[in-house]
């Protein structure tokens, strides 16, 4: 695989994880000076590690969680992108509503669901007998740069929105794990 190839794959795959860290950066304005970083190693470190597990794992396992994994995403995502869109239909019509706290268990969940299909580019990489360490390095490195830049783009919207920014945040979420469940089951 030329590294040509690997930066479309790496790519392809942070498009959800910086569409997840754009709606983060919609709903909470207040992220402290570190909270940008954690969020991007998070997503960059599930990112590189799925492709590891699924290129050791091989075909039996994926063949399993094939199965399942277009399901567990849109339940954490769902599940989370709910809780948004609830709070921010709770919050009625203040133009400053309280900014969610950041959250380590959030956080890790929204890495999980986002790189579940890594998994399978992991198997396809050990047929093509990549050099896993480096590809899967080149894609968290890929996927940190874009997390850090869905994050600016949603804290440049995010003030605009006001009151809104909670309920859009969540849709986006709810819509990520929708068009994750229907690129398995329709394709």
């Known amino acids: 695989m030329e590294i040509g190839e690997l930066f479309l794959l790496a790519i392809g795959l942070s498009m959800d994880a910086c569409a997840v860290a754009a709606s983060n950066g919609i709903s909470h ?15 960059g470190g599930f990112q590189g590690l799925m492709p590891l597990l699924g290129y050791l794992a091989g075909s039996r396992f994926l063949r399993y969680m094939a199965r399942a994994d277009h399901i567990i995403a849109l339940m954490l995502l769902g599940y989370l992108g709910g809780r948004m869109l609830w709070a921010g239909l709770a919050g009625g019509d203040n133009d400053s509503p309280a900014s969610p706290e950041f959250c380590w268990k959030t956080l890790l969940l929204q890495g999980v669901a986002t790189s579940i299909d890594a998994l399978a580019v992991g198997v396809s990489l050990a047929a093509l007998e ?12 890929v996927t940190f740069c874009c997390t850090l830049l869905g994050l600016w783009l949603g804290r440049a919207c995010g003030p605009s929105l006001g009151s809104r920014a909670q309920v859009l945040g969540g849709g986006i979420l709810v819509g990520i794990g929708v068009k994750i469940f229907l690129e398995h089951t329709l394709l």
């Open 29 to 43: 304005r207040g992220l402290a000076p570190g909270e940008p970083l954690a969020t991007a190693g998070v997503f």
């Open 130 to 141: 990549a050099p896993i360490l480096f590809a899967a390095g080149f894609i968290a490195a």
